[in-house]
């Protein structure tokens, strides 16, 4: 498949906690993005990482990319009650399409 | 509001019926894509507009979808004789020229569903 899986298909934490979200995949890439989707903002980009990148930051937000394991984390560092949604790998292709992954459904306890 | 529209955000068709969708990108941007979401799964590409043009067109759009993006600003989904298996969120987005990045600006989407 072109696509990208994602693990774990759920998650759930408490508030405050850090939560890890996995994509890998098949195929040579030229970027990874990460989205974000909940029903009151729909579908909101994240972060990309280039192929030649390994790590990048944004906020509480931290994306590494292994291209040699074909494999890519989104680490959320401390999170809020707003983070709950699902969470999208989509790869870039060079194709100029987005070819999403099933998603990660993150829970936000309180 | 500067981003990316829809318009229905809802439609509700009987089946056989054609619907039509809008889509108003950033008026920077000239790459339009349109894609489908149903429950539980990821967006999935349909098409791609480069201005006017359209470059590429997935094997989901059959022959009773089309778009058109005629004056390389807004964009038309159409689908012909719609089938229950057409129910879905079907999305729009938008990115800037090539040299501005590859991150793309998702509309709010127009939920179909098909009795």
Redesign the interface.
Known sequence: SQ?GEEDPQALSIQEGENATMNCSYKTSI??L?W?RQNSGR????LI?IRSNEREKHSGRLRVTLDTSKKSSSLLITASRAADTASY?C?L?QG?????????TRLTINP | DTGVSQDPRHKITKRGQNVTFRCDPISEHNRLYWYRQTLGQGPEFLTYFQNEAQLEKSRLLSDRFSAERPKGSFSTLEIQRTEQGDSAMYLCASSPPLAGGDEQFFGPGTRLTVL
């Open positions: 696509q030229n970027n993005q989205y729909g579908l909101v980009h990309l999208f989509a870039f194709a100029q399409k987005l070819v999403f992954g099933q998603g």
